[in-house]
């Protein structure tokens, strides 16, 4: 589906019915899920319908729902650049180890 393609009432319709269809996959009336959510069965019933309602109500009616995962493609990922990547891998080199021991001694004879 091209969402770019659907209107904002359309984008409301179809949030309404993902709703309504796990709503009813879980065998949950509107007035079980309205209670559990904290909003009124009308305010369920206007989001089921695609009807316009605050987005604090579409949050708690799909923790309730236990469908919040969708809320990951909202996650802000810190990208890095190239060039940062490389400065900072150069920082992390492993540096070459130096036998104290050996440079406080007198080299071995066989030099």
Do not use: C
Not at 72 to 86: A, D, L, N, R, W
């Amino acid at each position: 589906m091209d969402y770019k393609q659907l209107s904002d009432l359309g984008i409301l319709q179809k949030l309404g019915d993902f709703v309504k269809h796990h709503r009813m996959e879980q065998n949950r009336s509107q007035e079980q899920l309205a209670k559990e959510a904290g909003v009124s069965r009308s305010t369920l019933s206007l989001l089921e319908r695609g009807e316009k309602v605050n987005l604090i109500t579409l949050i708690q009616v799909l923790r309730v729902l236990d469908q919040l995962q969708w809320l990951e493609s909202f996650e802000v990922k810190p990208v890095i650049s190239p060039m940062s990547y490389i400065k900072l891998q150069k920082k992390h080199e492993r540096q070459r180890v130096r036998n104290s021991n050996m440079a406080a001694e007198d080299p071995p004879l066989e030099w």
